[in-house]
């Protein structure tokens, strides 16, 4: 398996959705719990979680696992704010890094090892949700990941690769294109079966 850090963005204030997202259960289980655990089944040498607004409740659910805990005091900013807070967390880390988010109930230890498994060549890989775009969980390269700093805004990593020269490696993953952001696609996720009814 190849060398990795791993990131888990967990800050959101899940405000369209009126509740932390980060704790709807899956299987009895936390759903930032459930992802951290799949982060730590492939074997990251340092697992980094940003947490936000929500830091007080999610903090106990991560209770007993091998994460270091940063919270973002910029949260409200967007996600960038997250991606620079947790990247300096592994500063003196060379090595590629897995960044996943907490709102894809469809997420599995698989999607995160065929992102490992790529022979990237020094490139990104990210996951491609065919019609619905493109997006986490990735994988960044040593390079790619000095240019988090300039980040700003909610835009995320998308401005990484605007040059087609830094085009990143796609693994299709259709199933991904779903997340939960709204009471409406919560609904859906219960209804599914994805997400464990209170």
Known sequence: MKRHSALLLAAGGSTRLGRPKQILNIGGVPLV???AQL???????????????????IKPTLAGLDVVLVQNEDWQTGMASSLRCGYQALTGSSLPLLITGTDQP??????????????????DVIMSYGEDGQGIPVLLSPTTQQHIQDLQGDTGLRQLWKNTQTAPICVCAPELGFDIDTPEQLDAALHAGWIDRD
């Open 39 to 57: 982060l730590l089944a492939t074997r990251p040498e340092h697992l980094v979680v940003v947490t936000g607004g929500a830091e007080a409740t």
């Open 33 to 35: 719990r459930h992802v």
């Open 106 to 123: 469809r997420l599995t230890e698989q999607h995160l090892h065929s992102l490992l498994e790529q022979d990237a060549g020094g490139k």
